[in-house]
């Protein structure tokens, strides 16, 4: 208890002087981490990945098949640039500021319809990142016509206002001239820019940590190319490495449709919004004309249930009959939000691209119908790739020649990790330390011997051996790389039986073997659990869903794994029977006098025809060929490639050709 007459620390006075308007730059600013910014190496991933975000769906909306250009530079210990530009439509001289140094300033985030971005805050947030840990202002080109200028703006945040402050040009940027005019002025001021007729490029230098493997740009990049077939990848690493993904398909998505809300998504007090914005109408009228699958005769039996007059004006509704008409709406039947305003990759894409960047013998893909939860439509799709050994134990001496000889990597570590897609860095140091090799050994530099080695350790060492099942989760075609244990997608994987299909699996844990599974969800809005948007909620009507698609692709999977070893076993069994056959033959002969060579080829067709399921060979599509293809069809969403020539195994250096000398 305080003693009387002592001082007080403050009064009302003094606290509401105190009070101020908080802006929501200077709040994000000093809590990033909500946006992704929590540590250097998540803050490269997460810039990289609004970037890219926003390229695609500028792309897109705009009916232009994308490429992008991504370029990782590190400027110092802990400094990398981040430059992203791509081939989109470009934006307009007065929007880039607002887009680029203000947050919260978007055109998506009120439209009920599948994007990547919803709220504005990406792309601006990055570029706030950036100026705070190294004061450097974020860079953007932008251009929207070969015969206009391009724009050139230095941009900061001011996060007391959460307004853009331009730091060219006296305040206004600076417009690049089009032709040769403008290519001289970009060279000598050193701007970063692959000639384009339009598209937008931002540099953003920030302080990061590169790294490869789980949670990083390289995983980001090569998930993003395998949830859009339809676009075009260069990315430059900061150890100078080019990797290429071209495109697998020349169709872009359909556009999704903007909706009205549905009913069922709307709360009471959103509700209570509503009605006061309106402009004058009736109630029936309203209910018609702000919400999406509302019939008249809905509209009808909504108000017969609260007992609220249908033609009465919105205006004379009083909070009371909100609420009753806020719980008829709930217990009236009404029809599923329309399904146009998501797209949905589509199981033959899925196929076309896992097969494009992920190594592997089998694939399956299946796309559930649309579902609801909340009111908001969408849709579940599931993609699997198995792959039965890795691409080292594959290779011939010739082609790991041609590799050494083309590689620019400095170590043989590096040129295991960048040559073999999927091999990673665990698996790279246990082939070379079976090797014999160091370390830090030049793979241009490798004796004949010492290639020896490394072929034989290749061959022969199994990096699937323990390997886990990768799983890789896509919201609106978007990776998501963190926070996967508290994701739905990831609860609903370890809750399916993987032990039916083929896998091992301990309880409460990822099944095990080669295997990459896709998860996808399209929504017009996405239940993140955060405002990183890194994790699903798990709602049970999305569970389910996820569930269903498993156990599609997972029933594919386990009647090509049963096949698989059925034709092993007949194998194994017809070899066993050829061993000795030869002196069975021998001895039956000296026993009854018969003809040895004949009774040999009498009793190899036997066993020809006892192990026939040995000679069983599948076409793409995992039917018998020369059998009835409706015997063993597997569906039309599967595909079974030649794992030892599969393209997407091997990272390959572009090699130029010399042109050939004109004759004399």
């Known amino acids: 208890m305080a003693k009387s007459g002592a001082k007080r620390r403050s009064n009302a006075t003094a606290m509401a002087a105190a009070q101020k308007e908080i802006s929501v730059s200077e709040f994000f600013a000093k809590n990033r981490h909500l946006l992704g910014f929590d540590n250097p190496r998540k803050a490269l991933l997460t810039t990289v990945k609004e970037a890219v975000d926003n390229s695609l769906d500028a792309c897109e909306e705009a009916g232009i098949l994308p490429e992008i250009w991504v370029h990782i530079e590190a400027t110092s210990a802990n400094r990398y640039k981040v430059g992203i530009q791509d081939n989109g439509p470009g934006i307009l001289k007065k929007q880039i500021p607002l887009i680029f140094g203000k947050l919260l300033y978007g055109s998506k985030f009120h439209r009920l319809r599948q994007s990547r971005g919803q709220q504005g805050i990406g792309i601006s947030a990055a570029g706030m990142y950036g100026v705070q840990t190294t004061g450097k202002p974020v860079k953007i080109i932008s251009k929207v016509s070969v015969r206009k200028p391009a724009h050139y703006y230095e941009i900061q945040i001011d996060t007391k206002k959460n307004e853009p402050k331009i730091l060219n040009g006296k305040g206004d940027g600076v417009d690049i001239p089009p032709g040769e005019k403008g290519a001289t002025y970009i060279e000598k001021h050193g701007i970063e820019w692959v000639d384009q007729p339009h598209g937008t490029r931002v540099t953003i230098e920030l302080e990061a940590k590169f790294v490869r493997g789980r949670g990083s740009v390289d995983e ?265 244990a508290a994701c739905a997608v990831t609860q609903t994987v370890i809750g399916t039986n993987w032990r039916g299909y083929g896998l091992s699996q301990s309880r409460g844990a990822m099944p095990k073997g080669p295997v990459s599974l896709m998860v996808h969800i399209a929504s017009v809005w996405v239940p993140f659990t955060s405002e990183s948007k890194e994790a699903i909620a798990s709602y049970p009507e999305i569970q389910k869903e996820i569930r269903l698609g498993l156990q599609a692709v997972g029933r594919k999977l386990g009647m090509y794994l049963r096949r698989r070893l059925k034709v092993k076993q007949q194998s194994d069994r017809r070899e066993i029977f050829l061993r000795y056959l030869k002196e069975v033959a021998s001895a039956v002969s000296v026993i009854n006098a018969a003809e040895e060579k004949e009774l040999y080829d009498q009793l190899v067709m036997v066993a020809q025809k006892r192990t026939a399921e040995a000679d069983m060979k599948m076409d793409d599509r995992g039917r018998k060929i020369e059998e009835d293809p409706t015997q063993l069809n597997l569906g039309d969403n599967v595909l079974i490639v030649d794992p030892a020539s599969h393209e997407a195994a091997i990272n390959r250096v572009a090699v130029e050709e010399e042109p050939e000398a004109e004759a004399v």
């Open 220 to 484: 980001y990049l090569n998930q993003t190319a395998i949830a859009n077939p339809h676009v075009t990848l260069h990315y430059l690493d900061p150890d100078d490495y080019q990797y290429d993904y071209e495109r697998s398909t020349d169709q872009l998505p359909s556009e999704p449709k903007e909706i009205k809300p549905h009913p069922y998504g709307v709360e009471v007090g959103r509700l209570a919004q509503m009605f006061e914005e309106s402009e004058a109408m009736s109630v029936s009228e309203f209910m018609r004309t702000k919400f999406s699958r509302v019939t008249p005769a809905v509209a009808k039996k909504v108000c017969e249930s609260a007992k609220v007059g249908s033609r009465i004006s919105v205006k004379k509704v009083d909070r009371p009959q909100i609420d009753k008409l806020f719980e008829a709406i709930q217990a009236t039947r009404i029809s599923p939000p329309a399904t146009d305003c998501i797209c949905p990759i589509g199981e033959d894409l899925i196929l076309k691209g896992l097969h494009q960047v992920v190594p592997g013998e089998f694939y399956a893909a299946a796309t559930r119908p649309p579902g609801v939860y909340r009111g908001n439509p969408f849709q579940v799709e599931v993609g699997l790739a198995y792959g039965g050994t890795a691409p080292t134990q594959n290779i011939t001496k010739d082609l790991l020649q041609e590799l050494l000889e083309e590689t620019d990597t400095r170590t043989v570590r590096q040129f295991l990790i960048h040559t073999f897609n999927g091999l990673g860095a665990e698996a790279a140091d246990k082939i070379v330390k079976t090797s014999g090799l160091k370390t830090r050994q030049a793979p241009n530099g490798l004796k004949p011997k010492e290639r020896e080695k490394l072929f034989d350790a290749m061959k022969h060492v199994n990096v699937a051996e323990g390997q886990g099942m990768e799983v890789m989760r896509y919201a609106n075609r978007v990776p998501l790389q963190f926070q996967q």
